[in-house]
């Protein structure tokens, strides 16, 4: 499982290059179910893993003047806040057991792995859509964006997704910001995001270094290879048929932590 767990982490990637976002969805997934690691471990793997790739993938824009720092400050100081507060506060709070009904039980990483199943589903909705809206740039919509930010925050600290399916839309829609611009934004964002949310909490468990630079090297080819592809490919002619793939790994997820 570990050879297609690999192969996994370059389409992680690949995804995170070309369409700016997505990939980070399907990190927690493969470390649970294809390298066999808990899946509250995963969380913290996740952050490593889309933090490095991310970082990596975001110089090719940076080169090419594609990251707009202002506006990454905006979405990524709430965020960060969340993450912080998220990883030392919230997440320590969980109970091994969430949810007991009779003889029914919800694990802590079964609840992680159900609310991922949820963003994964979120997340396809959001690559599937066509996108219609015209918003103006003003003053509420950066507010906007901003509590946004705080929102990707606590998910990212809660289950290691680095949430670029919300940073680009925000970044689009109510920003106004070109599609380029908002992929290498978001690239920073998430890099920054995941990055301290990783090393916020590595005091609270043991890293199988190993294992984990090993995936996270493979992932980085893969966002080399993204970015590579970018430059032929429109990502969002991808997006939609990505967002089927996340749609029906989501609804998998659900089906086997709850009915298998």
């Known amino acids: 499982m570990e050879i297609i767990g690999y192969a996994a982490a370059v389409l ?6 070309l369409i700016g976002g997505g990939g980070s969805i399907l990190t927690v997934p493969v470390l649970v179910y294809l390298f066999g690691i808990d899946a509250f471990q995963a969380t913290e793997y996740s952050l490593f ?3 490095i790739s991310s970082l990596v993938g ?9 990251v707009n720092f202002k506006m990454a400050l905006v979405f990524g100081v709430p965020s960060v806040i969340s993450i912080f507060l998220t990883r030392i ?14 003889h029914f ?24 859509r066509k996108n219609t809206s015209d918003h103006e740039t003003d ?31 925000a970044l689009v829609n109510l920003l106004k910001i070109p599609m380029k611009i908002a992929i290498g934004t978001s690239l920073v964002i998430i890099s920054l995001n995941s990055l301290i949310g990783f090393f916020s909490s590595l005091n609270h468990m ?8 090993s995936i996270t090297v493979i992932a980085v080819a893969g966002i080399i290879i993204g970015s590579q592809l970018s430059k032929k490919i429109d990502g969002k002619k ?11 790994m989501g609804i998998y997820i659900i089906t086997k932590e709850i009915f298998l």
Do not use: H
């Not at 919800?106 to 690559?127: D, E, G, H, P």
């Open 206 to 213: 043991e890293i199988d270094w190993k294992l984990l630079i």
């Open 12 to 17: 992680i990637g690949v995804s995170l290059g």
């Open 139 to 169: 003053r509420n919509n950066a507010l906007l964006a901003a509590g946004q930010g705080s929102i990707v925050g606590i998910l990212t600290g809660l289950v290691g997704a680095g949430g670029g399916f919300m940073i680009i839309p």
């Open 58 to 66: 975001s110089v090719s824009y940076f080169k090419k003047r594609l």
């Open 238 to 248: 991808l997006k939609p048929a990505f967002g089927w793939f996340i749609l029906v």
């Open 89 to 102: 506060y919230l997440l320590p709070l969980l109970p091994e057991e969430v949810l007991r009904i009779q």
């Open 49 to 51: 893993v889309v933090g």
């Open 105 to 128: 039980t919800i694990t802590r990483n079964v609840f992680l792995l159900l609310i991922f199943a949820v963003l994964m589903i979120l997340a396809s909705y959001k690559m599937i």
